[in-house]
């Protein structure tokens, strides 16, 4: 099946920090990918919808000065969380499709679990 | 606010006993994904079903999407301790494909 790769894992970080955390389609071109955040027991909440070389759709709620989304190629996006707080601290997934929209099957990266202190 | 209500939230079984999920939808769906996610694990893509009424079968994994494309349902038949997992519906709705709609997840546990 497809692997969808996210870097890194996890990372600690001082508040006002900023953290990057990369994901890449390893063997497939993702024409849409998606980010998630998800709390310990608890479903995945959508944060954005990012389309390669246009601006990301962000979902209601979730700030796009403060949760930068850039998908440059049909293999890599990024989230880069700025000036990070210990209220950003979650586990942060993204997903991947072949297609556009939501109709295709995601393949999920690891994820990648953020401390802020 | 959610929009697909997935029942129960836990479910705790003997290692052979039967386990069912629900997912139900207020509007229509176009389709409907399962995913499985182990404990410390990322969402894994089960099955997707896009037809009214439809029934699809992975070993002793049943999935069924209602007649009415509003309401699906996963069903484990003797479940193993490798069933242990929070089993996640996500919908498309109908006329919005931008986005899957996710319940909120039913956890299982396992008794050995």
């Known amino acids: 099946g497809a692997v969808v790769s996210q870097h890194p894992s996890w990372v600690i970080c001082k508040s006002g920090t900023s953290v990057k955390i990369e994901c890449r389609s390893l063997d497939f071109q993702a024409t849409t990918m998606f980010w998630y955040r998800q709390f310990p027991k608890q479903s995945l909440m959508l944060m954005a919808t990012s389309n390669e070389g246009s601006k990301a759709t962000y979902e209601q709620g979730v700030e796009k000065d403060k949760f930068l989304i850039n998908h440059a190629s049909l293999t890599l996006s990024t989230l880069t969380v700025t000036s990070a707080h210990p209220e950003d601290s979650s586990f942060y997934i993204c997903?991947?499709?072949?297609?556009?929209?939501?109709?295709?099957?995601?393949?999920f990266g690891p994820g990648t679990r953020l401390t802020v202190l | 606010g959610q929009q697909v209500m997935q029942i129960p939230q836990y479910q705790h079984v003997q290692e052979g006993e039967d386990f069912t999920t629900y997912c139900n939808s207020s509007?229509?769906?176009?389709?409907i994904q399962w995913y499985k996610q182990r404990p410390g694990g990322h969402p894994v893509f089960l099955i997707q079903l896009v037809k009214s009424g439809e029934v699809k079968k992975q070993k002793r994994l049943t999935f069924q999407f209602g007649e009415a494309k509003k309401n699906s349902s996963l069903h484990i038949t003797a479940t193993q301790t490798t069933d242990v997992g929070t089993y996640f519906c996500?919908?498309?709705?109908?006329?919005?494909?931008?986005?899957?709609?996710w319940g909120l997840g039913t956890s299982l546990a396992v008794n050995p």
């Open positions: 996500a919908a498309v709705r109908a006329g919005n494909n931008r986005k899957l709609i």
């Open positions: 997903s991947a499709t072949q297609g556009q929209g939501a109709w295709n099957e995601q393949f």
């Open positions: 509007t229509t769906l176009s389709n």
